[in-house]
């Protein structure tokens, strides 16, 4: 009922935007106690009529570092055109390129540096996790829900979200009221299950991000 509810408020609310042509957000990574461990940033940028996406992070846990590096190209409707992946997670490393092709319904992932190369039947408007994300906050702003469908991140995952609450949490220390979702993924060798909440705002801005771990409950918050 809640949910149907804030679709027709959203209805009521006029032609939604899409993220400014040059959006930049910037988080806080912590530790379930609330201690930052590090920074993500992400980052958007209107390309004709497609977009160019970026997501980097930095932490630090005791004696392990993690550096991801995310670039995705989409078109219009956040369909992916190709998706870069760098990262450093203690001494394991990585660089790798998946790229889609909407006429073979083909995604072919390859491990640069000497690496191998693999295809994955993909459909004709094929999302990676970052171009997802972008889709999902328009869909949001429509007032629509997407239903559970696949997305690229090297494999392939199945992502279904569930309204959850209108919450109040804190931005910059600031109280906000926003709209948490739990999401799912299962991949072909694990699941995982977070909270993502998003502002009321005309663009659905991601605020807050959970995830639980065996050490506890990590987050990113947004900082601007």
């Known amino acids: 009922m809640m949910w149907e509810l804030l679709l027709l408020a959203a209805?009521?609310?006029?032609?939604?935007?899409?993220?400014?042509?040059?959006?930049?957000?910037?988080?806080?990574?912590?530790?379930?106690?609330?201690?930052?461990?590090?920074?993500?940033?992400?980052?958007?940028?209107?390309?004709?009529?497609?977009?160019?996406?970026?997501?980097?992070?930095?932490?630090?846990?005791?004696?392990?570092?993690?550096?991801?590096?995310?670039r995705s190209a989409a078109r219009d409707g956040f369909c992916t055109l190709e998706l870069h992946k760098e990262f450093k997670h203690g001494k394991r490393e990585g660089r790798e390129r998946t790229s889609f092709d909407p006429e073979r319904g083909?995604?072919?992932?390859?491990?640069?540096?000497?690496?191998?190369?693999?295809?994955?039947?993909a459909p004709a408007c094929a999302r990676d996790a970052l171009a997802f994300l972008y889709y999902l906050r328009r869909e949001l702003q429509h007032g629509r829900l997407p239903s559970a469908q696949e997305v690229f991140f090297g494999a392939r995952y199945q992502v279904s979200l569930r309204y959850a609450a209108l919450q109040t949490v804190r931005v910059n220390e600031v109280p906000m009221q926003a709209e948490r979702f739990d999401v799912h993924l299962k991949g072909p060798a694990s699941e995982h299950s977070f909270e993502i909440f998003f502002a009321r705002d005309a663009v659905r801005t991601p605020v807050l991000v959970r995830v639980p771990f065996p050490m506890g409950v990590f987050s990113m918050e947004l900082v601007r």
Do not use: M
Not at 106 to 121: D, F, I, P, Q
């Open 11 to 70: 209805s009521q609310l006029g032609a939604p935007a899409e993220p400014s042509a040059a959006e930049s957000l910037h988080y806080s990574v912590n530790w379930p106690s609330g201690l930052s461990l590090g920074e993500a940033s992400l980052h958007a940028r209107r390309v004709g009529e497609g977009w160019e996406l970026e997501f980097i992070l930095e932490a630090a846990l005791p004696g392990f570092a993690v550096k991801d590096h995310y």
């Open 106 to 121: 083909v995604a072919t992932r390859e491990t640069l540096g000497g690496g191998g190369k693999s295809e994955l039947a």
